[in-house]
């Protein structure tokens, strides 16, 4: 097409029409062990189709931001309206019971206080840590819809486990457990002073040695291979109890 004479030329804006690249699909809430767990509580809510609705609200993206702080998880909901809705997830954090619970399972597993520090949650903490039901979740929103929960709360109880799939040091976060504690409670217990005027030990006051219950080296062998030891020299039956009554007593006089 040629342009008219005089008028404006369009012929760059002609032509096969650009696709939008394609939005690329969310990968599923919980892929890790702590992700499946904390999934595994939302699906036990009662009302099957708000959390449904709740997970797919939370795959479109319109959630943003989730803050996640000790027993609160809040989110800003998007949708048509002019202002989000502020939709929260709420759960008690650990007693002081709880935490010591986890330090003490920590002192028993060599290596495991090391795996937590880098940003591995050991399994063995599932008790203390994760929820033991949908009704240690309460839900909020500022959205008209009172059901518990709305589809707003719901998305940002999924979107919690992918951000503990992501990082399972999260979910300590939200319990309320302070890193720095649990690694203070575990090496209260488990170092060693070091006395640095002292590196080889020389002042070092160690402790007694244990009493071991006497027994003598003749208890310990074959009495008939010793006695025939004996009946090798020529001695008699009552010379050859007299010679080991003798071996007996030389032994028990060395433990004097």
């Keep these: 097409m040629s342009p008219r004479r005089g008028g404006p030329d369009f012929s760059e804006y002609t032509g096969a029409r650009k696709r939008a690249a394609p939005i690329k699909s969310r990968p599923a809430f919980g892929r890790t062990f702590w992700g499946k767990a904390f999934v595994r509580v939302i699906e036990q809510i009662g009302d099957k189709g708000r959390v449904s609705r709740g997970r797919t609200f939370a795959r479109t993206g319109k959630v943003l931001p989730l803050d996640i702080r000790p027993g609160r998880v809040t989110g800003e909901a998007w949708g048509t309206q002019l202002e989000p809705f502020t939709a929260t997830l709420s759960i008690s954090t650990l007693d002081n019971t709880d935490i010591d619970d986890i330090i003490t399972k920590l002192r028993r597993v060599p290596g495991s206080l090391a795996s937590l520090v880098s940003g591995v949650v050991p399994d063995m903490l599932a008790a203390q840590l994760l929820p033991d039901g949908p009704g240690a979740f309460q839900f909020d929103c500022t ?83 010793l006695r025939a030891s004996v009946a090798a020299l020529g001695l008699d039956l009552a010379q050859q109890n007299v010679a080991l009554a003798e071996l007996r007593a030389i032994y028990r006089q060395l433990d004097s």
Excluded: M, Y
């Design 143 to 225: 959205c008209p819809d009172d059901g518990w929960p709305c589809k707003h709360a719901a998305a940002v109880a999924f979107l919690t486990a992918e951000r503990i799939d992501t990082d399972p040091l999260q979910l300590l976060l939200l319990r309320g457990v302070d890193l720095g504690d649990v690694i203070g409670g575990v090496e209260d217990e488990t170092t060693i002073a070091v006395d640095v005027d002292s590196w080889f030990g020389d002042s070092s006051l160690l402790p007694g040695l244990p009493r071991v219950e006497f027994r003598a080296a003749i208890d310990d062998l074959d009495l008939n291979a």
